[in-house]
């Protein structure tokens, strides 16, 4: 417990759930030790941990796993990825079926590949195998105790033939962009935002790159330039990898690489560098030879996740520039329709202010046109029995000043049943208004009328015992529910 992260006293609800799932430790047991050093644990967090786990565990419940069926002799599963990206004299080691509901999945063994499998939050590759004279094309790789497996679109015909295994380059290619990104990134939030801004989890393929990280407020958007523009500075200056394997642990250590908490490392791990004075990390992933090849850094989003957990999501390479052309021809759209190219943020600005006093010039119209209707509709009330009635159609379209009308009118004359219709962009309206004392003394219900009168619109609605509103289809029928409803009120003033 000593050992977690607690921004702002909250232990992280991940956190709480890899000591349930991985240590054993429940999570009220979790609460009560927090509790007893003035922390608490994020439940919601904790809650959705668990839920995925319960969904991955139906989907693997709805697998049948086959037995793998031997080819080639031994258990060595080399991996050569980071150096190659085809291997021409591999071998099938073994290979299985996996039944699902979809459709069956076809798992490969080589003795030596170059595909690098779903890791650390890096996406697996993908690319083809040559078996013999069959083409097979690799879907993904994954990695089942340190087993690196090919999933395959087919089998071959003969397993035991010599493989060609060739990664999928662009793809490779745009994941390490990627993913040397976030090294950038990590070291970048660690100089703006502080030092406990650590690694939460990161999901990184070829399209973009998602990184969370602990933090205990919303990244301000003078931090996020700030970070950006600290990554783009360092792409520009093309920092060569420096690559280190099989570093002992305490050498590492001794180096200054960065360690995670929840991280399981080995004795011998692999070190990875982008200029020893700014970024250096314990990492499996593949990356760039030199910061030159990101090309470019963008940043799309920045959200919470959890209680003291931060997200980045962001495009490097083709995907940013794609992103800031976009964002270049709406802007140049948006010049187009102002006729200038000087200042649109400023041309936005004042329509708004224009857009605004619009709105407020016409709710005034509206309010005095719906004060001449009120005078109008007032001399129309009748009496049904012992209670006050009006029915219309008014001309007033805006569903607000239709409101306020119906109210200010139940208001000043009371004891009444009002059904008013209207026409709002083509559609028909009713509005139904009862007067508290009558839904009390005769039972009536504004939303049971309204239900009934919508019929005649092609409609439905709905609402409270003393206001309710109903739309449809069909404008034609508005007189007639508006007619009807005198006949209504009596039937359903008069039942016992």
Same mark, same amino acid.
């Given at each position: 417990m000593e050992s977690i992260q607690a921004p702002k006293g909250v232990i992280s609800g991940a956190d709480v759930f890899e000591l349930y799932d991985t240590y054993g430790f429940p999570k009220d047991l979790t609460q009560l030790i927090a509790e007893e050093k003035g922390l608490r644990i994020d439940e919601a967090g904790f809650d959705e941990a668990l839920l995925a786990q319960k969904k991955r565990s139906r989907a693997d419940a709805q697998k049948q796993v086959g037995d793998w069926i031997p080819v080639g002799n031994g258990e060595s599963n080399e991996f050569v990825g980071y150096d190659q990206l085809e291997v021409s004299n591999a071998r099938v080691l073994k290979y299985r079926v996996v039944h699902t509901?979809?459709?069956? #999945?076809? #798992?490969? &063994?080589?003795d030596v590949?170059?595909?690098?499998?779903?890791? +650390? +939050?890096?996406?697996?590759?993908? !690319? @083809?195998?040559?078996? !013999?004279?069959?083409?097979?094309?690799?879907?993904?790789? &994954?990695?089942? =105790?340190?087993?690196?497996?090919?999933?395959?679109?087919?089998?071959?015909?003969?397993?035991?033939?010599?493989?060609? %295994?060739?990664?999928?380059?662009? /793809?490779?290619? %745009?994941?390490?962009? =990627?993913?040397?990104? @976030?090294? *950038?990134?990590?070291?970048?939030?660690?100089?703006?935002? $502080?030092n406990h801004a650590l690694q939460k989890g990161q999901d990184v393929d070829p399209d973009r790159l998602r990184f969370d990280f602990s933090h205990f407020q919303k990244v301000t958007d003078e931090e996020i330039a700030r970070i950006e523009t600290m990554v783009n500075e360092k792409i520009r200056e093309n920092i060569q990898l420096e690559e280190d394997r099989h570093v002992d642990i305490e050498s590492a250590r001794k *180096? $200054?690489?960065?360690?995670?908490? +929840?991280?399981?490392?080995?004795?011998?791990?692999? &070190?990875?560098?982008?200029?020893? =004075?700014?970024? /250096?990390?314990?990492? +499996? !992933?593949?990356?760039?030879?030199a910061t030159g090849e990101i090309g470019l850094f963008k940043i799309l989003s920045e959200s919470a996740v959890a209680a003291g957990i931060r997200r980045i999501e962001a495009v490097t390479a083709d995907k940013a520039q794609a992103y800031i052309e976009r964002e270049?021809?709406?802007?140049?759209?948006? /010049? %187009?329709?102002?006729?200038?190219?000087?200042?649109?943020?400023?041309?936005?600005?004042?329509?708004?202010?224009? =857009?605004?006093?619009?709105k407020k010039e016409i709710e005034r119209l509206l309010a005095a046109q719906a004060g001449g209707l009120k005078n109008e509709l007032k001399a129309k009330v009748q009496k049904l029995g012992e209670l006050n009635f009006l029915s219309a159609i008014v001309p007033l379209g805006d569903a607000n000043a239709l409101k306020n009308l119906v109210y200010q009118l139940e208001s000043e004359i009371g004891n009444i049943v009002i059904v008013l219709g209207a026409v709002s962009q083509d559609k028909p309206q009713l509005l139904?208004?009862?007067?508290?004392?009558?839904?009390?003394?005769?039972?009536?219900?504004? $939303?049971?009328?309204v239900r009934e009168l919508a019929k005649h619109i092609q409609g439905g609605g709905g609402g409270q015992p003393f206001f309710a509103t109903a739309g449809g289809k069909d404008v034609g029928g508005l007189e007639k529910a508006v007619v009807g409803a005198a006949k209504q009120v009596l039937e359903d003033a008069t039942q016992p």
């Open positions: 509901k979809q459709a069956d #999945q076809y #798992q490969i &063994v080589l590949t170059p595909f690098y499998a779903q890791s +650390g +939050g890096q996406a697996g590759d993908t !690319g @083809t195998l040559k078996v !013999g004279d069959d083409w097979l094309k690799v879907l993904d790789t &994954v990695k089942e =105790n340190d087993l690196i497996i090919h999933i395959v679109d087919q089998l071959p015909d003969k397993p035991e033939a010599p493989v060609i %295994a060739s990664v999928e380059k662009t /793809r490779r290619k %745009a994941t390490a962009q =990627n993913h040397s990104a @976030t090294h *950038l990134m990590h070291a970048a939030l660690h100089r703006v935002l $502080g *180096l $200054g690489a960065m360690m995670l908490f +929840g991280e399981k490392y080995g004795d011998q791990v692999r &070190v990875i560098t982008f200029d020893a =004075n700014f970024s /250096r990390e314990l990492c +499996g !992933g593949t990356h760039v030879p270049l021809e709406e802007l140049n759209e948006i /010049r %187009a329709l102002f006729k200038t190219s000087l200042n649109p943020a400023k041309n936005v600005a004042s329509m708004l202010e224009e =857009n605004k006093a619009l139904v208004a009862v007067s508290k004392e009558l839904t009390e003394s005769k039972g009536l219900h504004a $939303g049971n009328m």
